[in-house]
């Protein structure tokens, strides 16, 4: 089977830093990816991973270890539009995507 | 550049009715996706389409959903009859390919279905 863990919800202060984190368990492992959806809206790209390491894209970077099957996001300077929710989501074989259940960041000024 | 585009936003339906979602994805984009996305819940994938071709529909329940995306470009997903259960947002990607180098997924703002 398929599987992804990430926490429910996390809470945070403006200007902090958080992290976000995502453990899977996958067949046909390509890469990580991370989704930002505000309530509402549409999932929008953040970062891919797909070889070790750490993707930097301003106050965003996203981290992959494929040997501990775990990867995370970091949110740099907190604002109060950061406050959504953040989808890790494995890519496999094709282009699949296989979502986790999200975590739900709230930032309080 | 227009995103994905689908309509209508929102429908609400009475259980064993017939709802029908479009999807017309970015210009360009041979991959098309479909996912249902239920509250609280990531998206989970119901179809993908390469070019006109089906070519993963493992997860559509066969029974009451199907798909069409006849020429190639926009797609409409169909459910008969709805169920109380089937109440949930239904989303539609696109990307430029699925393989290769990794092509990012383009989301549109989905439809919420009520099935009362």
């Known amino acids: 089977g398929q599987s992804l863990e990430q926490p429910s919800e996390v809470t945070a202060v403006e200007g902090a830093i958080v992290q976000i984190n995502c453990t899977y368990q996958?067949?046909?492992?390509?890469?990580l990816s991370w989704y930002q959806q505000h309530d509402g809206g549409a999932p929008t790209f953040l970062s891919y991973?797909?070889?070790?390491g750490l993707e930097e894209t301003g106050r965003f970077s996203s981290f992959l270890s494929r040997s501990d099957s775990y990867g995370y996001l970091l949110l740099q300077e907190l604002q109060m539009k950061d406050s959504a929710s953040y989808f890790c989501?494995?890519?496999?074989?094709?282009?699949?995507?296989?979502f986790g259940q999200g975590t739900e960041l709230s930032v309080k000024p | 550049e227009a995103g994905v585009v689908q309509s209508p936003r929102y429908k609400i339906i009475e259980k064993k009715q017939p709802v029908a979602f479009w999807c017309n994805p970015i210009s360009g984009h041979n991959t098309l996706y479909w996912y249902l996305q239920n509250l609280g819940q990531g998206p989970e994938l119901l179809i993908r389409?390469?070019?006109?071709?089906?070519?993963?529909d493992s997860q559509l329940p066969k029974d009451r959903f199907s798909a069409e995306r006849l020429k190639g470009v926009d797609s409409t997903l169909k459910i008969q009859p709805a169920e109380l259960g089937d109440s949930a947002v239904y989303l539609c990607a696109s990307s430029l390919g699925s393989g290769g180098t990794y092509n990012e997924q383009f989301f549109g703002p989905g439809t919420r279905l009520t099935v009362l």
């Open positions: 989501a494995v890519r496999g074989r094709g282009g699949k995507l296989i």
């Open positions: 996958t067949s046909g492992f390509y890469g």
């Open positions: 389409y390469e070019n006109e071709e089906a070519v993963d």
């Open positions: 991973n797909a070889l070790d």
